[in-house]
């Protein structure tokens, strides 16, 4: 059986199977080339096979050697490994780090008596809940994504030799199996076809062409009978006598040998890309490089301090817990839970719109995208075929046409492919429907591929035979000797014939597949017609098909567009019909590229290119990918929408893929977001959510870290002049953890219409711009509230540090959760912008939790004490004078840095 192995192989010209993808599908590809070219003697003795099929020994035995024909994807991690990967996050580490060494330093290395381990259970416990929620929402997404993959087994029809046709698994299926295929089966494998009867096969899910192809026996090009590929240069999609993996028949009958299973067919080498991790997106790089901004800051700020307490106090033990508490409190600690919280909200909000988000992050990636690249078929269009046009010779309306094709389409026994159907549910058809009545069927003569047209033959209430035909403009015309033209029959000349025959270029220019259709008046009555009889025809007319654009595109790229989102098509169909298309929805093109010339850029070539053309066309699925990952590389947050096998590369590689509930399996496992409903509009809902949920997390970051700068800011100052801790360890914890709590309402807050109107991404230099600008702000007013404990209240001593460790304790949390209102809109807060109702509710009971807390049990055996009443009116004048300048402060940074949040 190895020779057998070999043997394939060198017939994709490759004496070994490379790794690389793109290599894999250059061989499967020159693997269908050879197939293609070869006589069916020759393909049928390379597979060691016979018309016959294989014995039953021999299928085993290869089976054992190729393995079950099925493609590799990605699976659903275990329930535990999820749990798992919902640890590994940039942000939970640190807070593991921060939980180690609390607890080293306040309970392993503490003097007896005075071990510690309130910091590590609240940091911990942040961490769980974090932790959970992000597995929680993403298992039930990944659970519920689980259901839409297809749980039939198909099978096949197979000859062995011993059993003859029989029907089979097509997992069991092997190169050099013979397979009879009929409409509506899936092509179980990449096949050679050995006879083909009218077949016709929708590729659609491969190459994105939306109107199915012709197939037959014959080697070579498609439309070009007996014309070799080379097979260096051949599209595989253009090679007649080949059937691809994956797509389905659509009318006719066929018999094939199957020459590649499983990863080894054009499908499945496009499959390898798709397994194991998931490339990095926006949304990971983001969180990535705040984390390092963070640790920066660690870093920079806790060795300071550390020192400079250890000097000025003389307890460099007390200095180290000192530290960590610095450490501690300029961690945003709930930042997790926040952002984990602001996705899962994003994700049940979408699941009521009919959405299934697969991955937390996506809801943030949506939001950040600024280029959206879509498939054409399905998506911009209906996915299916409609009759659109019908003209005489003169190339104008004519409904006289209307009742010969409706007989033509209903009479017909064979097989009907999606153009009869087209025709049929036309509604000018439906209005004649019932017509059959009046008429009586003769005879008929089946289409064939060689002539591209069929015939049948009624009999009218005169007792008339009329032979009704219809097919392509090139077969059709040699036939016809006049043209009806209203009442009137004209004579065709060579010169006529050559219009029509321009007539039908124009309408296919114009992304049409065009019919011809022409009638007869049998002047000898026959019961039974033959293919001779067609001749003599008189034109009827020109029948136009089209996959027609969805009502819904047009409006949704222009509210895409509204949202500040660049929108490419990419898609496998050809110029002609995307042209139209994006006609039809009002779509602008500003230039388009094939997929031949993607392959002859370099990657600087392509750079340029994806920034100066927004429409790609005959794309393979790997140029797509490509085309994708360069507009990355050129700094934007790219999504793809798509449904096809030739999507799923790209939809992998993006930054948020999105597909459909009825795309095919392996691509909604690509997928980050699955549409119930296949609409760009539902897009538009997610693109709001997305930043909604952004502009809230960035809240929270840029409240919490110029916060926190600012109170280590004004720790490290005092730790110069002051001759005692200014806040404990526990105070600075405590204190975090009442201004986190105030937060986590923040995902039921609004976001400013102006924030949401473009794409919005992490920028961690203008979190630093941010913080720098506006964290010492609160260390003015800490100073001065320093001054006031220290020279008018007396707290300048050891023995009074209860009372200064209170008074900042209670100005630094109330100033810290009232800021909350004016970080969080660019507008002037309560005037022009007011906080949603949890926000204002969480806001408020902290602000009272401070003010109350130095009064009870708890705050006392935290080292706080009572404040003396007229503390309470100098905290106010604070927080007012606070108020003005934070305002004014804001006013200043949006004039200097064009933005706020």
């Known amino acids: 059986m190895q020779f057998l192995r070999r043997r394939i192989l060198k017939l994709a010209g490759k004496e070994s199977h490379s790794r690389e993808v793109s290599h894999a599908v250059l061989q499967a590809s020159r693997l269908l080339a050879r197939a293609s070219m070869a006589e069916t003697g020759k393909i049928l003795a390379d597979l060691q096979t016979g018309e016959e099929g294989l014995d039953q020994a021999e299928a085993r035995e290869r089976l054992e050697t190729y393995g079950k024909n099925k493609i590799d994807h990605e699976k659903a991690p275990a329930w535990y490994r999820h749990l798992v990967s919902a640890f590994i996050n940039p942000f939970v580490g640190v807070l593991v780090l921060l939980a180690i060494a609390s607890f080293l330093t306040e309970y392993v290395f503490a003097p007896p008596g005075e071990q510690d381990v309130t910091a590590l259970i609240i940091i911990s416990t942040l961490v769980l809940i974090s932790v959970l929620l992000a597995f929680i929402q993403e298992y039930k997404a990944g659970q519920a994504a689980a259901q839409l993959m297809s749980l039939i087994q198909n099978r096949a029809m197979v000859q062995r030799k011993e059993t003859g046709r029989q029907e089979l698994p097509t997992t069991d299926l092997v190169p050099g199996d ?205 996915d299916r075929v409609a009759m659109v046009q019908y003209v005489d010779c003169k190339g104008e309306t004519d409904e006289r046409i209307l009742p010969y094709l409706y007989l033509n389409s209903f009479f017909q026994t064979g097989l009907k492919n999606p153009l009869d159907e087209a025709v049929l549910e036309n509604p000018q058809i439906q209005n004649i429907a019932g017509l059959e009545q009046k008429f009586k069927k003769i005879d008929e003569i089946p289409f064939q591929t060689v002539r591209r047209r069929m015939s049948v033959i009624v009999e009218n209430s005169k007792g008339e035979h009329i032979l009704i035909c219809k097919g392509a403009a090139k077969e059709m015309v040699s036939l016809l ?82 949202q500040g989102v660049r929108v490419c098509v990419i898609t496998g169909d050809n110029a002609i019909a995307t042209r139209r298309t994006c006609r039809e929805i009002g779509f602008s093109i500003q230039g388009l590229l094939e997929g031949n010339d993607i392959d002859a850029l370099n990657d600087q070539g392509l750079q340029e290119a994806v920034e100066e053309n927004n429409v790609f066309v005959r794309m393979a699925p790997l140029q797509k990918s490509r085309v994708l990952n360069t507009i990355k590389q050129n ?67 840029k409240m919490t870290v110029s916060s926190n700068f600012g109170n280590v800011f004004s720790v490290l100052v005092a730790s110069i002049f002051i001759p005692f801790p200014p806040m404990l360890p526990l105070h600075l914890l405590v204190q975090n953890l009442l201004y986190d709590f105030s937060q986590i309402s923040l995902p039921w807050d609004h976001v400013d219409e102006e924030y949401m109107a473009k794409p919005q991404k992490w920028n961690p230099k203008s979190i630093a711009q941010f913080t720098l600008f506006v964290g010492p702000v609160s260390s003015i007013f800490d100073f001065t509230t320093f001054a006031l404990l220290w020279f008018v209240f007396g707290a300048s001593s050891s023995g009074q540090q209860s009372l200064f460790q209170t008074g900042w304790f209670v100005l630094g949390l109330l100033s810290q959760t009232m800021v909350v209102h004016i970080i969080r809109t660019r507008k002037i807060p309560f005037f022009q912008s007011t906080a949603a109702t949890p926000v204002l509710v969480m806001t408020s009971l902290v602000m009272a939790a401070g003010l109350v807390l130095p009064f009870t049990g708890v705050g006392q055996a935290m080292g706080f004490q009572a404040l003396p009443l007229p503390y309470f009116f100098w905290l106010f004048l604070t927080l007012a004078a606070y108020f003005g300048l934070m305002q004014a402060v804001k006013v200043l940074y949006i004039r200097r840095f064009k933005r706020w949040l």
């Open 481 to 562: 000797v006049q043209a009806s033209a209203g009442d009137q029959n004209l004579p065709l000349s060579s010169e006529k014939r050559n219009q029509i025959m321009d007539t039908a270029e124009k309408m296919t220019h114009g992304g049409l597949r065009v019919l011809v259709l022409a009638k007869k008046i049998c002047k000898k009555k026959a019961e039974h017609y033959r293919i001779e009889d067609e001749k003599d025809l008189t034109l009827l007319g020109l029948i136009g098909f089209l996959d027609p654009a969805k009502a819904t595109s047009g409006p949704a790229l222009k509210a895409l567009q509204s």
């Open 178 to 382: 013979i397979v009879f295929l009929s409409a509506g089966d899936i092509i179980p494998a990449d096949l050679r076809i050995l006879s083909a009867n009218n077949l016709s096969i929708n590729e659609a899910a491969l190459t994105g062409e939306s109107l199915p192809v012709e197939k037959n026996q014959h080697p070579g090009i498609s439309g070009a009978v007996n014309q070799p590929a080379t097979i260096n240069s051949a599209n595989a999609f253009d090679l007649q006598n080949i059937g691809f993996m994956g797509t389905n028949i659509v009318s006719g009958t066929a018999k094939a040998v199957v020459i590649a299973t499983g990863n080894d067919t054009y499908f499945g080498s496009m499959a390898k890309q798709l397994v194991g991790h998931h490339p990095p997106t926006s949304f990971d790089m983001g969180i990535k490089n705040v984390s390092v901004l963070l640790i920066r800051f660690m870093l920079i700020m806790v060795p300071i301090i550390f020192l400079i307490s250890g000097f000025v106090q003389g307890n460099w033990f007390q200095a180290l817990l000192f530290g960590l508490a610095v450490a501690v409190g300029l961690t945003p600690e709930m930042l997790p839970t926040i952002i984990t919280a602001n996705l899962a909200k994003g994700t049940m909000e979408m699941a009521r719109k009919k959405t299934i988000v697969k991955r937390l992050n996506a809801i943030q990636n949506l939001g950040a995208m600024d280029v959206l690249c879509t498939d054409k078929t399905g998506t911009l269009t209906e």
């Open 635 to 701: 700094g934007h947050t790219a999504g793809f929408l798509g449904d096809g096998i030739n999507d799923a590369p790209a939809l992998r590689d993006a930054d948020v893929g999105i597909s459909v509930d009825n795309a095919v399996d392996i691509a909604k496992e690509s997928a980050d977001i699955i549409l119930l409903e296949k609409s760009l509009m539902v897009l538009k809902e997610g693109i709001s959510r997305g930043r909604k949920v952004f502009g809230n997390i960035m809240k929270y970051i």
